[in-house]
Structure formats: structure tokens, C-alpha cells
């Protein structure tokens, strides 16, 4: 039922924002802005009504004679000023339940975000009771209507008994200090909501509570022709607790509860709030959530950038980004402009919801994800244009030179190239971490170690030919020993981890470079916990370097060498395991609970392995991914 709910939400808002954008620009749709807009209406309110206020009398007497003196003799600022302060509360309510009812279709309100979907729940009624409180201060019929209606509903409660309703069984009861009560009440809710509105953000990094100037002159200009066209006024003249109100224009935004008073039994109106009240307050800790979050939290290193940033379970990347301190380019935040556009280097991200013309899918097949939807799957190597958007550069990788000291042919398509640094230098890194190689026009192409970490004067990649590819082609075609390369590096975060857990290693294709450094890492270092290498390949020919894990495994009894292939010609004489390799890793093993996996591959490979391993009990906190895109060929010339 919520999921159906959501989905309906969703394509509604997603239909909305994408005719706002045609109309507006992505900028400036205010649906993308709707918590700053709502701020800005507090503060039109706030200072409306402290204009208003300044000239209203509290006494009984006088409340509907100074109201009517603002509207009549101040025309030019009484008057407006009061139909400006009502139609602002009214925007207001209206902003903030579609900024509660995006969220909620979003699904923006589990995990850490449930301390501001909690206090955005206690912010509606805040609002609805302060602005429900607003209208008793005229003291005209429609004032009388709203403190009797409300006054009847709160006696219902046994902690009051109905000793509220005698303040009004005749005119004589209602006093001049029960108008300063109410003008008190007035003054210290709306400080209450404007402390629960920055409380309600401070979770949220770089919340902006300021729209753009366009969208708050629209704003102004809108409430101003509103206020000219049809002015707010007193209803009825003045009260009279001696007649009963029989008709009144209700204004349906923040009074609509209270006809339900008189159609009701006033106890059912009550469950009726409770209930609501508790299953939004509620709703974080509901099922369905909309997409299966990742437990615990990942790590994101930010290209150029070496220094880890934390992912909380479900945040976006953005968030993440903004919260520890990076300057990130972003707009709208909804997935609608493109600005925060980036490119995932390695590991896997969910790409979140997002209007198709802010990232089409030609550069979502690239590898690109916008921050502001995206949440990770995996640990992740994201990079961004640094001074694009407003970024602030970065601390950058150094750049270094090696030359090429060897080309071996480990395959018909598979090349290891050995690169040897400067005389005198090494370089350190952790078993698994990769490097970019930076091409003549500044591009990149990332490749692991393949070497182990104690082999720091040599670099050794292992490089598959991509028809098409710009790097790979070269190798296989021009390079030569002696050839100079620059790079950058080390980057990434698919490393080993401390504990004592038995590991997996699941290999696709060349995916089997960074596991080779982690394995030969592993053994110099001595560490003991059982390892299994799963090898998936499509013919026996793409089993590269067989002998060598074979090697492992007979030297080294805590290791276990298992490979598969997807697709065995008949001349490769294959008898051992066939079909995808992490199919063949769980017919081993059912169970996966206090194991933990290393999977590396294509991002195919790894988005089928990963729900499949997740669904056999693994923690999602024990899955450590390396998904890697192979760049896009250059289009063919036209003619």
C-alpha cells in the first residue's frame, strides 16, 4: 500500500517538475525549492504580523474595531498588510505539506533522515495551531465560530472537562485577559515553529532556507495582487456569543478540520489526528522501504582528492559530500538541473530517481550519476570537475612518471605491462588500490595493481584490449619499452579488511588484477583466514594467469583456487565448472553469514552478484565491491 502510494506520488511530482522546468528552468521550480519557500512565508508572516500586531488592541472591545481601523483607515498598509499576512499563511501551509508529500514519495525519510521528517511532523501542527489561533484575535463571527469549535473539541478531553466551554456561555465571560492569553499565544507559537524550523534542518547540509530572488519576487508579487483582488476581511461583524453563526467563507488551508467537529462525534475527530499524527511519526520505521538500503556505512574518495568520506546507509553522495566539508557543485538537489553531474570511477551506486534530461542515458551508460540522487552500494571513487559548478579545487594526487620496462602477452587480448619507476623512487599503496593513467588531452583510465605492495619500485598492470579503446589499442599496437606514461595514484578503497571472517574472492575477466595483489599481499604478510578465488571467464584462452593460482593453491593451504567458465568452446576441453562465477561461488557456499566477499568485475557482473549474495545471508557490511566500465569507443567518423 505505501509503495503503491509512492510509486503514484512519484510520477506525479516527476510529471510536475518536468513541466516546471519547461516553464521555468530548472532553477527556478519552486518545487525544487519548496523548504526555502516556506521559510521565506514565515518571515512575510513574521513581518506582517508584527506590523499588524502593533496596532491591534487586545482588549475585548476593541479586537474587532482596531482590526477594522487597520483595514479601513490603512488601506494603503493596514489593509494590504493583513490580506498579505493571510494569504502567506495560507502558502505556507500549502509549501510545506508538498515538501512533506515529496518526501515522503521519495521515500527521503528513513535512516538518518528520520530526526527530520519527526520534527518536519511536529512543524505541521505547530503551523496549523498557530495559524488556527490567528484567527480568533479579530473577534469578528468567524473568530467566534473558530474559539467556540475548538474550545468544544479541547473540553472533550478529561483533563479539562468542559470547564472551557463556560468562558463561553455568555458574552460576560469572554475578558480582556482571555484576549491577552490568546494575543501571548499568538506571539510565542510562531517563535516555537521558527525554533523547530532551523531544528528541523540542521541534519541537512547546506540546507538553504532562502529561495532564489526571482522565485521570492514572484512570491511577493503574487501575495501583493491577491491582497489587491480580493483583501481579507472580517466576516459577520462583530462577535456575538448570543447568536449562532450559521454561514461563513472558511479558509479551507487551515481551518478544514473544523467542520469535521460538527460532523463527527468529537472523539472520533480526535483518533482521527492522533492517528495520523502517530503513523507519519511512525512511517520511518515502516516497511516497505522503497529500494533495499545497504547496512552500515561505505567510503567515498573524491577524484582528486586521497582523504575517505563517509556514506551513511541511504544518503546521497551529495549530502555526504556537503556534510564533511567538500565544496560540490549542486542547484536544485531533486535530480532535475545536471549540475552536480559526476563520474564513478569504481564501485556501484544506486542512480536514485532523476528527470531524464538532467542525465540521458547515453552518459548513464558512461558511468556518470548525479550526487544529489545517487546513494552507494559500495565503496566508491567518484570524480568531479574541479571549480565546476562553484567546486573548490581539491588537494590534488600527485602526478608521477614511470616508463615502460616490459610488454608480456599473457592472452591474445590480454597484456601485462610492467612500468618501472624513476631510479631512487617507489611508490606505496594498499593491495587493491588502483591509478590513472592521464592521457594527452588530460582524459583518464584507470587500472589496479596488480603487483603486491612490497614490490613498491615496479607497477604492474594488467591491460585487455577494448576494440575501439583510445589507451588499450595504443598498448597493443604502438607501445614499446622505454615509453614514458604519467599517472596518478594510488586511488580507491577495495582493500582488505581487519577480521577474522573467511573471504571470498570473486573475480570477472581482468577483475582478477587487484585480487592478485591482495592475495600475494596477503600471503607476505601471513595472514591465515581461509581465501576461495572464484575466476569467471568466458573461454579457457581468458584463464591468463591459471598457473599461478594453481601455484597458490598448492603452496598455500588456507587457499583455494576454483575457476568458471561462461561460455567453453569445445576445443578447450573443459571439464570443470561452468556458468556465471558467483552462481558457482553459491552452489558452494548456501550460506554466506560470517563470510565475507571481495567481488570485482564488470558493473554487470557485480550488480547480479551483489543481490544475490545479500539474498544467501551475507552482511551487507562484509560485501566490498570494485565494478569497473571499460571507456566508451569514439564515434565512428562521418563521411
Avoid at 540546507?207 to 503574487?222: E, F, H, V, Y
Avoid at 574518495?301 to 551513511?312: A, I
Amino acid at each position: 500500500m505505501i509503495r503503491a502510494l509512492q510509486g503514484l506520488l512519484r510520477a506525479l511530482f516527476m510529471r510536475a517538475e518536468a513541466l516546471f522546468n519547461g516553464a521555468f528552468g530548472d532553477r527556478l521550480n519552486p518545487l525544487y525549492h519548496l523548504g526555502a519557500i516556506t521559510f521565506f512565508l514565515f518571515w512575510v508572516i513574521a513581518g506582517s504580523g508584527l506590523y499588524l500586531y502593533a496596532f491591534f488592541e487586545t482588549g475585548v472591545g476593541a479586537a474587532y474595531a482596531s482590526v477594522e481601523a487597520l483595514t479601513g483607515r490603512q488601506w494603503f498598509a493596514g489593509g494590504i498588510l493583513r490580506s498579505v499576512h493571510r494569504y502567506a499563511s495560507d502558502a505556507m501551509v500549502l509549501t510545506m505539506l508538498l515538501h512533506l508529500l515529496r518526501h515522503f514519495a521519495f521515500d527521503r525519510f528513513r535512516a538518518f533522515r528520520w530526526f527530520s521528517w519527526v520534527t518536519g511532523v511536529a512543524l505541521v501542527w505547530g503551523v496549523y495551531v498557530s495559524g488556527i489561533n490567528g484567527y480568533m484575535l479579530p473577534w469578528d463571527r468567524l473568530a467566534q465560530f473558530v474559539i467556540v469549535a475548538s474550545f468544544e473539541w479541547l473540553d472533550w478531553l478529561p483533563s479539562f472537562g468542559g470547564t472551557l466551554m463556560r468562558n463561553f456561555i455568555y458574552p460576560s465571560s469572554v475578558n480582556d485577559r482571555f484576549f491577552s492569553l490568546l494575543s501571548f499565544i499568538h506571539i510565542g507559537l510562531p517563535l516555537v515553529v521558527l525554533l523547530l524550523m532551523f531544528v528541523h534542518v540542521q541534519r541537512v547540509p547546506k540546507a538553504r532556507t532562502n529561495p532564489p530572488r526571482a522565485i521570492m519576487l514572484s512570491l511577493g508579487a503574487t501575495l501583493l495582487a491577491l491582497a489587491l483582488v480580493r483583501p481579507a476581511l472580517s466576516q459577520g461583524g462583530a462577535a456575538d456569543l448570543g447568536v449562532v453563526v450559521a454561514q461563513l467563507d472558511l479558509d479551507w488551508f487551515l481551518l478544514a478540520l473544523l467542520p469535521l467537529l460538527y460532523l463527527w462525534p468529537l472523539g472520533q475527530v480526535w483518533a482521527l489526528v492522533a492517528g495520523a499524527t502517530a503513523l507519519l511519526a511512525a512511517l520511518p520505521w515502516l516497511p516497505p522501504a522503497r529500494r533495499r538500503a545497504p547496512q552500515g556505512e561505505f567510503h567515498m574518495t573524491l577524484h582528486p582528492s586521497t582523504q575517505p568520506v563517509t556514506l551513511r546507509r541511504g544518503e546521497t553522495l551529495l549530502d555526504a559530500g556537503l556534510r564533511q566539508g567538500l565544496a560540490l557543485p549542486y542547484e536544485c538537489r531533486s535530480g532535475g538541473c545536471g549540475v552536480c553531474l559526476c563520474t564513478v570511477l569504481h564501485g556501484r551506486v544506486d542512480p536514485g530517481i532523476y528527470q531524464r534530461s538532467a542525465l540521458p542515458d547515453a552518459l548513464r551508460a558512461q558511468g556518470k550519476a548525479l550526487m544529489c540522487c545517487a546513494t552507494a552500494l559500495s565503496d566508491l571513487d567518484i570524480e568531479v570537475e574541479a571549480g565546476a559548478g562553484g567546486v573548490a579545487p581539491r588537494p590534488a594526487v600527485p602526478v608521477r612518471e614511470a616508463e615502460v620496462e616490459r610488454l608480456e602477452l599473457l592472452a591474445p587480448d590480454m597484456m601485462r605491462v610492467t612500468l618501472a619507476l624513476p631510479r631512487g623512487e617507489t611508490i606505496g599503496f594498499a593491495a587493491g588500490q588502483y591509478i590513472n593513467i592521464l592521457l594527452e588531452d588530460g582524459q583518464r583510465r584507470a587500472f589496479s595493481f596488480a603487483n603486491p605492495p612490497q614490490q613498491r619500485e615496479r607497477i604492474e598492470l594488467h591491460v585487455r584490449h577494448i576494440p575501439g579503446g583510445r589507451f588499450t589499442g595504443a598498448v597493443f599496437t604502438r607501445m614499446k619499452p622505454g615509453d614514458r606514461l604519467r599517472f596518478e595514484g594510488p586511488l580507491g578503497s577495495f582493500t582488505l579488511s581487519e577480521s577474522t571472517h573467511p573471504i571470498l574472492f570473486v573475480a570477472g575477466a581482468t577483475g582478477f588484477a587487484p585480487v592478485k595483489s591482495i592475495v600475494e599481499d596477503a600471503f607476505a604478510r601471513g595472514v591465515t583466514r581461509p581465501m576461495w578465488l572464484y575466476w569467471g571467464v568466458r573461454r579457457r584462452a581468458d584463464l591468463y594467469a591459471q598457473a599461478l593460482a594453481e601455484q597458490w593453491q598448492r603452496e598455500h593451504a588456507n587457499f583455494r583456487f576454483v575457476p568458471v567458465l561462461s561460455e567453453p568452446a569445445v576445443q578447450d576441453a573443459w571439464t570443470g565448472r561452468t556458468g556465471l562465477v558467483h552462481e558457482a561461488m553459491l552452489a558452494d557456499f548456501s550460506d554466506l553469514r560470517a563470510h565475507e566477499i571481495y567481488v570485482c568485475g564488470s558493473v554487470r557482473m557485480v550488480e547480479a552478484a551483489v543481490p544475490a549474495f545479500l539474498a544467501h545471508g551475507l552482511d551487507e557490511g562484509a560485501c566490498f565491491s570494485d565494478a569497473f566500465l571499460p571507456a566508451a569507443a569514439p564515434p565512428p567518423a562521418s563521411r
